[in-house]
């Protein structure tokens, strides 16, 4: 996947966009935003807990590899909407699963070596769209262009102000 | 919404998380269109032939060929991958597409670069790292927890 602040920034310039046609769109709710696109990244947490750890304690497959599609971002979602007051679970969900299926879109645009991404789409179903191989996930011109997007985006939203 | 309750939907939705974890693992074999490195692992030759996707480390460089080895439940798999002139020094990534050979060979078909080096894995980390040391400082700035009601809720009310 992209690095994480890369798909901080996509969210964000795609949400501030979304802030000059929806009016209740201000920036707190831009942050919400842009943290739904960490979600995908909760996968990285296979770092510290390897998943073949978990499935000798629990005794079952166990692969922590879900958080990074659709319905772990749906789910996750959820999770962190409870943290808000009980009237803003639909802004807070919405803009939450917005962003993490902007960060799975994102990488699912990036190579792979027989040219199909990885079934993001799970559990909807477990066919591995095609990719255009846009991009690596180690390559900083992803970034760069990236904090080049996110900076015009910040520059027009303020002119605008 | 009482806290009693909000715990209650948290843990099912926790729940739910595991539950898409186990089922996941479950169902990757059916998934799955080519050879895991846990079943390259096990029995290497019943595979040859056969065409596989796979990623792993590379531990030496050669003009034309790479040696890369894949993690797997049962240890580490190495494989001689021919055919690629890919520019990647030992302790780079790389994603492999081709068939098995006799011999633990892949002849790629096409290989990705995921990783030039193993410096390019700790770039990777230090930009996740400041993306979310500068998100919380951020997020903080327009949202605060609530200590009575355990909420989260704007700053500017």
């Known amino acids: ?161 | 919404m009482t806290l009693r309750r909000r715990a209650a939907a948290a843990v099912l939705l926790l729940a739910a998380v595991s539950g898409l974890c186990v089922h996941w693992a479950a169902t990757e074999p059916q998934r799955e269109a080519y050879p895991q490195p846990d079943e390259l692992a096990a029995d290497y030759d019943s595979y040859v032939g056969e065409e596989i996707r796979v990623a792993g480390r590379v531990t030496a460089a050669e003009p034309s060929a790479l040696t890369v080895v894949a993690d797997s439940d049962r240890g580490p798999v190495e494989l001689r991958v021919t055919g690629t002139s890919a520019a990647v020094a030992p302790g780079g990534i790389v994603q492999v597409y081709g068939k098995l050979r006799p011999g633990r060979e892949l002849a790629a078909r096409n290989v990705v670069v995921v990783s030039d080096s193993g410096g390019a894995e700790w770039y990777k980390y230090g930009v996740s790292a400041v993306g979310a040391v500068g998100f919380l400082v951020v997020f903080l700035r327009q949202w605060r927890v609530d200590p009575a009601t355990w909420t989260l809720e704007a700053r500017d009310g």
Request: glycine share 8%; net charge positive.
């Open chain 1, 1 to 161: 996947m992209a690095d994480l602040l890369t798909h901080l920034l996509v969210a964000y310039a795609l949400c501030t966009v979304a802030t000059w046609r929806v009016d209740w769109l201000d920036r707190r709710w831009v942050v919400v935003g842009v943290g739904g696109a960490a979600i995908p990244d909760l996968v990285k947490v296979r770092l510290v807990v390897p998943p073949s750890a978990v499935e000798r304690a629990l005794g079952v497959p166990f692969d922590v590899a879900p958080l990074s599609t659709l319905g772990g971002v749906l789910l996750v979602a959820g999770l962190v909407t409870l943290a808000f007051e009980r009237d803003r679970w639909p802004r807070a969900y919405g803009l939450l699963t917005f962003g993490g299926v902007s960060a799975l879109v994102l990488d699912g645009l990036r190579a792979f070596a027989d040219g199909r991404a990885s079934a993001w789409l799970y559990p909807l179903t477990g066919w591995r769209p095609p990719t255009p191989g846009l991009y690596v996930s180690s390559d900083p011109r992803v970034l760069l262009a990236a904090a080049l997007l996110a900076a015009a985006v910040a520059a027009v939203d303020r002119a605008r102000q």
